[in-house]
Every structure is written in structure tokens, then in C-alpha cells.
């Protein structure tokens, strides 16, 4: 029990000094520029200003308000809108403790996951909300398991005032300002029509994705026929509405599997397929499924937290210049990724897509039977 409570207090002091000492991703001088936007500019003026503006509008009229309260305080805007961020991955960490089944493996998976470097990078470091995302869908469903499904349902409703990933509740969206009902199309546009990014270096290497095998590591895309370049292409484009069919039709097999750590892991499963499937990705999603792989079996949650940490830590040292992540982020300051990145970097991209061909496999081969209590090693 020592060794769990020094684990504690390390995470914690790791996401201390990342708050105070260091600036955060480019996404955190985005943040700061649409919080000025919307109080320049106002909610839906800023809209229909910012064809980028695809945060719904709760967080996005709390980050004005964050920086106005960094005005008034005098404390930097980087640090009041990661601290909250920070703490609720505190809070992922205590309701992973709360779900898992009471065993050894309990202890040390809250450890692993509250010591990730992936967690503490993402929450305290990069400067985004998705954190959120995992702990509205852990609260909702430590909720259900208490019988309280009303709440239940709110959170689900609440996680999409932060960021939509979580799952969708339109009505709990548009009726945050009676604002928005003057013209919710630029919002529903602007919201829900983004779908994320191919992220690549200035040279145009892929990050993640199927296109990372593909082309990085079989064949480079010049020799490829015509014939099969075009259609392979296709599936590329539209990898992230393959990858969340891929997710609707692992839940609907694993639908009988009712007990909170089981719908845990189909979370993960889930989440696990969207990431082995698409080549629309970004840092902080990782955030989204990070909890949620702590209730599959320990040889897959450990290796998928240990290749994520290990990849976002290489790319974050690379990127900040030094391994204390001090100093100004410079993704476009460095086209082209070492040897070492790369090697990671397939490694995960082939972990997940073997991973998520698996789960779905391995779904449809077995019998959507229920099992009470289940051990989380024994899940999946």
C-alpha cells in the first residue's frame, strides 16, 4: 500500500511541475486565441468568424472566461486552463480504482494508469480538454452501477458540453444558451461536422494510421500500381467512418455484456478500434481510452499504455527539445521523425490495428453471454 500512495504523490507532483513550468502544445496558443475570439467576438460570433471553431459551446465560453480570469489574477492562462484538466484525470484515476474488481490488480492498475506518461502528458501538459472525455464516460458509468441512471444519463449529456467523443446527446448541447437556437446551423456545422486531422510533418510523415503501414513501412507510395493506389486511397479517406462502424458493430456483438468493468472493456475495445482503423488522429486521443484499457486483459492494457506513453513521450521531447519538455513546441521545426520515433511509432500504429482486427474477430467468434463479476484480466 506504500508503494501505491508514493505512486500517487509522484503522478501528482509530475502533473505539478508540468502545469507551472512548461507552455504546453500549440493547441494551448489555440486555446488562448479562441477564448479571445469569443470574448471579442461573442459566442456565435465567433462561429461564424472561425471555420475552426469546432469546440461545442460550454467549454469553448468557459475558455473566455478562463481568460479573463487570468487577466484579473495575473496568472497565466496555460496554467488555469490545464488545472482543471489535471484534476479530473485525478478523478479518472479514482473511479478506475472505484470499477475495478477489489484484487491486486486494482491497486496496480490505478498506478500505471495515474503514472503514464501518456495521462500526465495529456492532461497536464498538452493543453486540450479530451481528458474529459474519459472521465464524463467512467462517471456515467460508476453512476449506472449505483443505480442512479438519471445522473447516468447526464453525464453522458455533460461530456459533450466539454468534447464529443463520449457519446451523443444533441439536446443537453443546444440548450446550454438560448443563444444558440438564433442560429444553431453554424454550430452543428462547425461542431459536429469535424472529423479530425491527418496529422504529418511539414515533410508529410504520417503520425498515425493504416497509412503509416501502408506506405511507411511496405512500399513506398510511388511504386504502387494505379489500380490499387486509387481504391487503397479511398479506404484511407474514409478510414475514419470505417474505423466508427468498426466500433458500432463491436458494442452491438458485445451488447449481452451488461456488468460495469465489461462495458468498460467494450469502451476500450472500442476505442481501440477507432485508433487501429483511422488515419484522422491528434495527441490527446489517446486520453479518450487510456482508463478504459485497465479492464482488458493485463498483456494488452499494459503494452497499449506503455506503446502510447513511450510514442507521445518521444514525440513531446522531440518537439519541446529537451526530455523536461521546457521550451517553446516546435512541431514544423522538425519535418522529418529519427529512426527511433519511427520505430515506435509502427510499433503502436501495428499494435492497435492487430489489436482492434482481433476484438472484432474475437466478437464475432464468441457467444454475447454476460458474465457476473468478471475478473478484468479475464475480460475481453
Given at each position: ?7 500517487m ?5 509530475l ?12 493547441d494551448?496558443d ?17 462561429y ?26 495575473h496568472i ?7 488545472t ?9 484515476a479514482?473511479l478506475?480504482?472505484l470499477l475495478?474488481?477489489?484484487?491486486r490488480?486494482?491497486?496496480c492498475a ?8 501518456a ?6 501538459y498538452?493543453?486540450?480538454t479530451?481528458t ?13 452501477t449505483?443505480?442512479q ?26 440548450i446550454?444558451?438560448p ?23 511539414a ?19 510511388q511504386?504502387?500500381?494505379?489500380k ?15 474505423a ?54 493485463w498483456w494488452?492494457?499494459?503494452p ?20 523536461w519538455?521546457?521550451g ?12 527511433l ?18 476484438f472484432?474477430?474475437?466478437a464475432?467468434?464468441?457467444?454475447p453471454?454476460?458474465?457476473?463479476a468478471?475478473?478484468p484480466?479475464?475480460d475481453?
Amino acid at each position: 500500500m506504500t508503494a501505491f500512495w508514493s505512486a500517487m504523490v509522484i503522478g501528482a507532483a509530475l502533473r505539478a511541475y508540468c502545469l507551472v513550468f512548461t507552455n504546453g502544445t500549440s493547441d494551448m496558443d489555440d486555446w488562448e486565441d479562441h477564448a479571445q475570439q469569443v470574448h471579442d467576438r461573442g459566442l456565435i460570433g465567433y462561429y461564424h468568424a472561425n471555420a475552426f471553431a469546432n469546440h461545442p459551446p460550454f467549454i469553448s465560453k468557459a475558455g473566455s472566461l478562463i481568460l479573463q480570469m487570468s487577466a484579473a489574477t495575473h496568472i497565466p492562462f496555460r496554467i488555469l486552463f490545464r488545472t482543471p484538466f489535471a484534476f479530473l484525470d485525478a478523478a479518472n484515476a479514482w473511479l478506475l480504482f472505484l470499477l475495478l474488481p477489489e484484487n491486486r490488480w486494482r491497486l496496480c492498475a490505478t498506478a500505471c494508469y495515474w503514472l503514464s506518461p501518456a495521462a500526465i502528458l495529456i492532461s497536464a501538459y498538452h493543453g486540450n480538454t479530451d481528458t474529459a472525455v474519459a472521465f464524463f464516460l467512467l462517471l456515467s458509468v460508476w453512476l449506472a452501477t449505483n443505480k442512479q441512471i438519471v445522473s447516468s444519463g447526464a453525464a453522458l449529456g455533460a461530456s459533450l458540453w466539454v468534447k464529443l467523443p463520449g457519446i451523443l446527446a444533441l439536446p443537453a448541447l443546444l440548450i446550454f444558451l438560448p443563444a444558440l437556437i438564433q442560429d444553431y446551423k453554424v454550430v452543428c456545422t462547425n461542431v459536429f461536422g469535424y472529423r479530425g486531422l491527418i496529422l504529418q510533418t511539414a515533410e508529410g510523415v504520417p503520425l498515425w494510421g493504416p497509412s503509416v503501414l501502408l506506405f511507411s513501412t511496405l512500399v513506398p507510395v510511388q511504386a504502387w500500381p494505379e489500380k490499387y493506389l486509387r481504391s487503397t486511397l479511398f479506404v484511407l479517406e474514409h478510414s475514419s467512418s470505417i474505423a466508427i462502424a468498426a466500433m458500432l458493430v463491436l458494442s452491438w456483438l458485445r451488447r449481452n455484456r451488461t456488468s460495469p468493468q465489461e462495458v468498460c472493456a467494450t469502451i476500450g475495445m472500442a476505442y481501440a478500434v477507432l485508433f487501429g482503423f483511422s488515419d484522422y488522429w491528434a495527441f490527446q486521443y489517446f486520453a479518450w481510452a487510456l482508463p478504459f484499457w485497465f479492464f482488458l486483459r493485463w498483456w494488452y492494457s499494459i503494452p497499449a499504455v506503455s506503446l502510447t506513453s513511450a510514442y507521445l513521450y518521444s514525440l513531446h521531447w522531440l518537439f519541446c527539445g529537451n526530455g523536461w519538455l521546457l521550451g517553446k513546441w516546435h512541431f514544423l521545426g522538425h519535418p522529418a521523425l529519427p529512426s527511433l520515433v519511427l520505430v515506435i511509432r509502427n510499433l503502436a500504429v501495428s499494435f492497435f490495428f492487430i489489436g482492434a482486427c482481433a476484438f472484432l474477430i474475437r466478437a464475432f467468434r464468441r457467444q454475447p453471454v454476460s458474465i457476473s463479476a468478471p475478473e478484468p484480466m479475464k475480460d475481453g
